[in-house]
């Protein structure tokens, strides 16, 4: 199958594969894309993307709270992370930021 699309693609678009960052996979396994999984019926945060969100939430949640950093970034980052997770199936864990992350006693 990697044969034929090099192939496709040398002879037709006069393009190359990277050989370092092709992968064969089944497609229920889905693909992993600037952050995201996408998989056949939905797309979810990829593990490591949410790690790193969590990770830099509580870190401007402390520099917020030691007065490091004014209320207006500490929101909109807040929401800049709500955001990103509108595009894929993260209901919990939007609803895990907003409880966690908005109600603090230094933003009203």
Not at 77 to 104: E, P, R, W
Request: aromatic residues 10%; hydrophobic residues 40%; glycine residues 4%.
């Amino acid at each position: 199958m990697k044969i034929e699309i090099e192939s496709f693609l040398n002879n037709e678009l006069a393009l190359e594969l990277h050989p370092d960052k092709v992968e064969i996979r089944k497609f229920s396994q889905g693909i992993d894309f600037l952050g995201y999984v996408v998989l056949p019926y939905h797309i979810v945060l990829r593990t490591k993307t949410k790690r790193r969100m969590f990770k830099k939430l509580f870190a401007k949640q402390k520099s917020l709270n030691e007065g490091l950093l004014e209320a207006d970034s500490y929101h909109q980052s807040v929401q800049s992370y709500l955001g990103m997770l509108k595009h894929c199936n993260a209901h919990d864990m939007a609803d895990s930021i907003k409880n966690n992350f908005l109600n603090t006693s230094t933003w009203a």
